[in-house]
């Protein structure tokens, strides 16, 4: 009998020592659980996968499971102070997203702040930070469009410039200029009238190269309002 225990044990000893492991390390991960405080573990802002630089969602995640999967009673973690019109919805038990309806404008400041008292989904207090900051900061440029770029940049040269968030044209006529290698200097700039891009845009025709490269990058329609058609809110000049 003893020969047989132990033709067994050699037998099966790999998968012996795996039963044995595998209980072991359930109890280890569910102590680690236990004892782990709940907390925020990526609070930021982005987009909807434009890539254009506009900010349009702010997501929350959590080093937990904070909602059984697939709730849709579920409660929203936090609050904010945007005084914008947005959804917030679970994607999946530990990440909540808050959707704007549309992008944020340049230089807004908002708060995004957790519940009090919220708890996980095993009834854990969430601990840690609980108010996050949302600033968008100032425009940045989504395209740019150079005429005669190709002949080389002339001495006056204009520059048809598209943002993801109106700029303010007394700032970009102070702080703005362009930079030329192998010159140090700043070469300021004229910031020309509201109605030039429009006219640049219209004179270069629906069919141009340059104009639907420009307009697809700036997330401006190929087809520009006739004159005297109601205003299109894409196309802003500033």
Same mark, same amino acid.
């Given at each position: 009998?003893?020969?047989?225990?132990?033709?067994? &044990?050699?037998?099966? +000893? /790999?998968?012996?020592?795996? $039963? %044995?492991?595998?209980?072991?390390?359930? =109890?280890? *991960?569910?102590? #680690?659980?236990?004892?782990?405080?709940?907390?925020?573990?990526?609070?930021?802002?982005?987009?909807?996968?434009?890539?254009?630089?506009?900010?349009?969602?702010?997501?929350?995640?959590?080093?937990?499971?904070?909602?059984?999967?697939?709730?849709?009673?579920?409660?929203?973690?936090?609050?904010?102070?945007?005084?914008?019109?947005?959804?917030?919805?679970?994607?999946?038990?530990?990440?909540?997203?808050?959707?704007?309806?549309?992008?944020?404008?340049?230089?807004?400041?908002?708060?995004?702040?957790?519940?009090?008292?919220?708890?996980?989904?095993? &009834?854990?207090?969430? +601990? /840690?930070?609980?108010?996050? $900051? %949302?600033?968008?900061?100032?425009?940045? =440029?989504? *395209?740019?469009? #150079?005429?005669?770029?190709?002949?080389?940049?002339?001495?006056?040269?204009?520059?048809?410039?598209?943002?993801?968030?109106?700029?303010?044209?007394?700032?970009?006529?102070?702080?703005?200029?362009?930079?030329?290698?192998?010159?140090?200097?700043?070469?300021?700039?004229?910031?020309?009238?509201?109605?030039?891009?429009?006219?640049?845009?219209?004179?270069?025709?629906?069919?141009?190269?340059?104009?639907?490269?420009?307009?697809?990058?700036?997330?401006?329609?190929?087809?520009?309002?006739?004159?005297?058609?109601?205003?299109?809110?894409?196309?802003?000049?500033?």
């Amino acid at each position: 009998m003893n020969i047989g225990w132990r033709g067994l &044990g050699a037998r099966f +000893a /790999g998968k012996a020592k795996l $039963a %044995l492991i595998l209980p072991l390390s359930l =109890a280890m *991960a569910a102590t #680690a659980t236990a004892d782990t405080v709940p907390q925020v573990t990526l609070a930021t802002p982005g987009s909807a996968g434009t890539g254009d630089g506009t900010v349009t969602r702010f997501t929350l995640r959590f080093s937990e499971d904070m909602v059984p999967l697939g709730d849709p009673r579920a409660a929203a973690p936090a609050t904010n102070d945007c005084k914008l019109p947005s959804t917030g919805r679970w994607v999946d038990t530990r990440t909540w997203v808050l959707e704007f309806d549309k992008p944020l404008p340049g230089g807004l400041r908002c708060h995004v702040e957790l519940r009090g008292g919220l708890k996980t989904a095993r &009834g854990v207090t969430v +601990a /840690g930070n609980d108010r996050f $900051a %949302l600033d968008t900061g100032g425009p940045s =440029a989504r *395209a740019i469009l #150079a005429g005669g770029i190709y002949d080389g940049i002339e001495e006056e040269q204009i520059f048809l410039v598209a943002t993801n968030v109106a700029a303010d044209r007394a700032s970009v006529g102070r702080f703005g200029y362009c930079a030329v290698d192998g010159i140090g200097e700043k070469i300021p700039l004229d910031v020309l009238p509201r109605a030039t891009a429009t006219e640049i845009l219209t004179g270069l025709g629906e069919n141009n190269w340059s104009r639907q490269s420009f307009t697809s990058d700036a997330g401006l329609p190929q087809r520009l309002p006739a004159a005297g058609a109601p205003a299109n809110t894409d196309l802003v000049p500033v």
